[in-house]
């Protein structure tokens, strides 16, 4: 089920409406795969203003699972808007494991997530042995790279 469909589809559960119905709104499209695998399990978060808590759904093809309020890890103070999701997200993983050929390391996991920066991208985030992590976003509108660098979070 493309990304658009799901999230469409957690708007319809109790919980969600109940949030949006306060006001709220979507601030958080996040996924955790394997290098050599497809995505198949989304994590999507609902901000509610009304008690400051963002609920979020995961959710697959297959199952949907709506977890309890908590607090944010930070202010939240946007709404991300789907319309400018033209890139669908494996075609940003595609665009950007050609980038990831310019660097050097072995990715264990990659992090792939819809935000709202200057732009609307997909961050996608290589996450490597001994703390190496090569962070790229690409443009979700036209598919266009905006940004490429290697972290060493454990140096920082």
Do not use: C
């Amino acid at each position: 089920m493309k990304i658009k469909d799901l999230v469409n589809k957690i708007k319809n559960e109790k919980e969600i409406k109940d949030i949006l119905k306060n006001g709220g709104f979507l601030v958080s499209i996040l996924s955790i795969l394997e290098p050599d695998e497809s995505i198949k399990t989304w994590y999507i978060g609902f901000y509610d203003p009304s008690d400051k808590k963002i609920t979020e759904a995961i959710v697959t093809d297959e199952s949907l699972k709506i977890e309890e309020p908590d607090d944010p890890l930070r202010e939240i103070n946007n709404n991300l808007d789907m319309e400018y999701m033209k890139i669908d997200p494996d075609n940003a993983i595609n665009i950007a494991k050609g980038e990831l050929n310019k660097y050097k390391i072995s990715t264990k996991k990659i992090i792939i997530s819809f935000q709202k920066k200057e732009k609307y991208v997909w961050n996608v985030n290589f996450v490597g042995s001994l703390g190496h992590l090569i962070t790229i976003d690409i443009d979700s509108v036209n598919g266009k790279i905006l940004n490429s660098k290697e972290v060493n979070i454990l140096r920082r």
